[in-house]
């Protein structure tokens, strides 16, 4: 993918997750500087749509992220290093060797406005249903018994997909020109929408890091709505993995 392509991409997404609506071209080009004028802008999306990253509700309406947009947003984000990742070192690492798995799920929850989960050999520890709903715009009851049903079976789902978590966490990530390369943190998934072994409904998504902790195998997750701070839930996990490393 063509540089200027990533970054209408990436803006794209971005302001969807920031606002909730429909981007059009006419945005993009008000707020960014692309070196192009809207009709190419225009173009540009509608090339993205084709290719499955974004999609158009409406024929007279603006683009949304796909899941295949997502998660390209988010494996970018997760493909960065953070300068504040060590801002949360020390905070983590108290939890981390105090081994307070329900705290260390009740901070992923507060941190990222998601279900924040732990699991260490055979128990999985949950927090923060509520905050899952705070940007979902959910109509249909359906839905919303989905993701109740998601919580209730997590702990089973848990048992048999961490041998899936950690053969996607070692993906090789792409680096910041968008090819393949060298991985930032290799004990990071990304799962969007219905691809996720941890969840069935189309509006959830999880990033679960696979971490050591001595002979101790702990998986640390958060499940939540795709419209999520990608950038800020890298920074945590990209932390988490300084503490296990340290």
Request: proline residues 4%; negative net charge; contains cysteine.
């Amino acid at each position: 993918m063509e540089p200027r392509t990533i970054d209408i991409l990436e803006a794209a997404v971005r302001e969807f997750i920031a606002t909730g609506e429909p981007i059009s071209s006419s945005l993009l080009f008000e707020r960014y500087d692309f070196g192009i004028r809207p009709a190419m802008i225009r173009h540009e999306l509608c090339e993205l749509t084709d290719e499955g990253y974004l999609e158009q509700p409406y024929h007279s309406s603006g683009r949304v992220p796909a899941d295949k947009g997502y998660e390209f947003y988010a494996e970018r984000a997760l493909g960065h290093r953070s300068v504040y990742a060590d801002r949360l070192e020390r905070e983590l690492s108290a939890i981390f060797r105090a081994q307070s798995w329900p705290g260390l799920a009740a901070w992923i929850s507060g941190a990222l406005h998601g279900l924040g989960v732990v699991y260490e050999e055979g128990a999985v520890h949950k927090e923060g249903l509520e905050r899952i709903f705070d940007r979902l715009e959910l109509q249909d009851r359906a839905e919303i018994r989905q993701i109740i049903r998601d919580y209730e079976s997590l702990d089973e789902r848990f048992e048999k997909t961490v041998a899936r978590i950690a053969e996607e966490s070692a993906r090789t990530r792409e680096n910041e020109s968008g090819e393949p390369g060298e991985r930032v943190d290799d004990s990071i998934g990304v799962f969007i929408g219905r691809d996720s072994p941890l969840t069935r409904s189309g509006q959830l998504m999880a990033i679960a890091g696979d971490y050591r902790n001595g002979d101790e195998r702990v998986v640390i997750c958060l499940v939540g709505p795709k419209r999520l701070d990608y950038e800020r839930a890298a920074t945590i996990f990209q932390a988490l993995q300084k503490v296990v490393n340290n």
